[in-house]
């Protein structure tokens, strides 16, 4: 299915999902990971304020997915540990909007150009690339489950009092030029403790960053309309 195609199936479903947690659990931390999240999270948004309990604290786009693929190819480059290994990745869900940040990467991992924008593009379109290995038949399953579980697993070790604990997230934000953009995030018992930024980037960052604003613009906007039309 085409970014299109899932917008069309998923977004009255989650809007109606959204609105019965708005309604009976309007004080839940909501974790998005219906795609496509870039427009998704727009609706999520729309829909509790709706409802008068619109807490921008408390509605996270799940995109650990980028992370741990990136994570990954970075450990089978560079032979490391897999539990030492953290790239942050910023922007958005889909495509060019997905901006692994390399340069800062833990431990410190330096790419010649051609392998760094190599990688990139893996990261990039690694969903395309499984949906092609199922020969159309299907897309992740087991690793979508296990980053989700990941994210809702730094949620509960927040909520029991657990400190110091980031994870990247699609959120209402002012960190780029436009309404919705994922960066790490500080977690609290109450959701968003603080965002922590773009932090210091390369050019290839940068680069990447004023390339992704246009489509996230464009996703972001969907979901905004989708919501006016939506009776």
Known sequence: MTQDDLFNTNASIVATLWAACAQHCPEAMICIISNPVNS??????????KHGVYN????????????????????????????????????????KTIIPLISQCTPKVDL?????????GQIQEASTE???????????????????????FSLVDVMNGKEGVVECSFVK????????????????????????????????GEKMIAEAIPELKASIKKGEEFMKNMK
């Open 40 to 49: 998704t999270i727009p609706i999520a948004r729309e829909v509790f304020k």
């Open 56 to 95: 921008p604290n408390k509605i996270f786009g799940v995109m650990t997915l980028d992370i741990v693929r990136a994570n990954t190819f970075i450990v089978e480059l560079k032979g490391l540990d897999p539990a030492r290994v953290n790239v942050p990745v910023i922007g958005g869900h889909a495509g």
């Open 112 to 120: 010649p150009q051609a392998q760094l924008t190599a990688i990139t």
């Open 130 to 152: 499984v949906v092609k290995a199922k020969a159309g038949a299907g897309s992740a399953t087991l690793s979508m489950a296990y980053t989700g579980a990941q994210f809702l």
């Open 173 to 204: 934000s002012q960190e780029a030029d436009c309404a919705y953009f994922s960066t790490p995030l500080l977690l609290g018992e109450k959701g968003t403790e603080k965002n922590l930024g773009i932090g210091k980037i390369s050019p290839f």
